[in-house]
């Protein structure tokens, strides 16, 4: 059983490094998407301004950048064993923001968002699937079965 349960954590690091690696090779185009979905409070106006002068580049662009990193490094986590409970949990929730901003399927016809619905439940499946890393987290609990009580 463990060596499902590794081969299985290994597929699911491999799509958030593939992805990951996606944006960071193409972060032009990553970030003309994000620019699309993303909208900056007044508030932050001031300081996003002095982001940008310092670094040479767009909000988007950063935010293409960081998301970019995040995925490859949680996947290698991941992949890895080393963090694992804490990095599916922090990816889960990356997850869920990810989905709920950029697949707005409530606001589209009907007729056209079939691929909408289908990517967000896409990634759904994939945070099920981190749950299960979550839970089972680096290796098998030697003591007592996790659902002895069930």
């Known amino acids: 059983m463990p060596a499902l349960i590794t081969f299985g954590r290994i597929l699911v690091a491999a799509l958030f490094i593939y992805v990951g690696a996606a944006k960071l090779f193409a972060i032009e185009a990553t970030a003309e998407f994000i620019a699309g ?8 106006g001031p300081y996003v301004t002095q982001v940008q002068t310092m670094s040479g580049m767009t909000v988007p662009q950063l935010l293409a950048i960081g998301a970019g990193a995040f995925e490859i490094i949680a996947g290698l986590m991941i992949a890895v064993n080393f963090a694992v409970r804490f990095f ?7 997850i869920a923001a990810s989905t709920f901003y950029y697949f707005d399927f409530w606001n589209q016809a009907p ?6 619905v289908v990517d967000a439940l896409k990634n759904l499946a994939i945070i099920g699937a981190l749950f299960i890393i979550a839970g089972y987290g680096r290796g098998p609990r030697k003591t007592k079965p996790a659902y002895a009580d069930v």
């Open 111 to 116: 007729r056209d968002n079939a691929r909408t």
């Open 37 to 44: 979905k993303l909208t900056i409070p007044d508030q932050l």
């Open 88 to 94: 599916a949990v922090i990816l889960m929730f990356y």
